[in-house]
């Protein structure tokens, strides 16, 4: 056995151990932190199946944002708790079996999926290769994703939306119009502030240049707009920064451009005669990365505002 199939297997165990301590772990805050392990360590196995746009989203998403999102729920339960770290009473013991079962059944209904797969599995992938080239891009998960899925990536963006305005819909009468999430007052002179003004510049190019080689290489407007998004959320509670208020006409044009330049492209592509969310051949490499352009600044912001939360101060 090589040293890479040690390595695999070895990486392989870590994440069930992992992921079985995120399970049983009594302490909420503990299950957290290991959830965002096993996001990291899940990352790093996509790499080794050769997947880097998959592992770029389960960094950012699944570890990233969604750990924050957990460790703000941590929070709260904890200050519902008296200050205790112990959350049982949201799970009776009796319901604990009947969860397990069916999440012992959705594993092995999973599994046999994967063992019944005819050998060689059938598959559309050499004739959307074939046709990747029309669209001029380099990168096929970008170019499957904004061609042949292009339906599903809007949509996608506008449930974006949708879920910020019902977070937004549970604010108080008097702010639901304000400011989201509360003022952060760290120490300009610590070390959090000093982290954000290095850390924040060279994040924002990071996510732009990740945006950018999207259409060539692994990276596209997601993950790009998610890395931007940290940066903000970072920049925020340094202190550095704050959210604007909702009520804003240039925050609602941002979180309504992305879904608002993909929809006029299909209606373009519609009339001029070909199909809704067709490419002129010609223009197409231009046309998609306008699309990316405007779902970039729009998936940033609705993240940020996501994890913001609601709005809790008058504008």
Not at 68 to 78: E, F, N, Q, Y
Not at 112 to 133: M, N
Not at 155 to 174: I, P, Q, R
Request: glycine letters at 12%; hydrophobic letters at 60%; one cysteine or more.
């Amino acid at each position: 056995m090589s040293a890479a199939d040690l390595l695999d297997l070895g990486l392989a165990g870590l994440v069930i151990a992992v992921a079985a301590f995120t399970i049983f772990s009594r302490s909420t805050y503990a299950a957290v932190v290991a959830f965002v392990a096993y996001g990291l360590l899940v990352s790093l196995r996509w790499v080794l199946l050769r997947a880097v746009d998959v592992a770029l989203t389960e960094a950012a998403i699944g570890s990233g944002l969604t750990g924050v999102l957990l460790l703000g729920a941590a929070a709260k339960l904890r200050e519902r708790a008296g200050g205790g770290d112990e959350a049982a009473h949201l799970c009776p013991p009796a319901m604990r079996p009947f969860a397990a079962v069916v999440a012992g059944l959705v594993t092995l209904g999973l599994a046999a999926a994967v063992v019944g797969l005819p050998d060689p599995a059938p598959t559309l992938a050499p004739l959307a290769a074939a046709g990747l080239p029309d669209t001029g891009l380099g990168n096929p998960v970008t170019a499957t994703l904004i061609a042949y899925r292009a339906t599903d990536t809007l949509l996608e963006k506008v449930v974006l939306v949708l879920a910020l305005l019902g977070l937004w819909s549970l604010a108080a009468e008097d702010v639901w119009r304000g400011r989201p999430g509360l003022k952060q007052r760290a120490d300009p002179d610590g070390v959090l502030a000093y982290l954000a003004r290095r850390l924040v510049p060279v994040g924002v190019l990071i996510g732009l240049y990740v945006f950018w080689v999207g259409a060539d290489h692994p990276g596209g407007a997601f993950q790009g707009a998610t890395i931007v998004a940290a940066m903000w959320l970072l920049a925020m509670m340094a202190g550095l920064a704050d959210t604007p208020p909702v009520s804003e006409r240039g925050v609602r044009l941002v979180l309504a451009g992305g879904a608002g330049v993909f929809f006029a492209v299909g209606l373009a592509g519609l009339a001029l005669g070909d199909a809704f969310l067709a490419y002129p051949a010609a223009h197409a490499k231009a046309i998609i990365i306008a699309i990316e352009v405007a779902m970039t600044v729009t998936v940033a912001a609705t993240l940020a505002f996501l994890v913001a939360g609601t709005p809790e101060r008058p504008a």
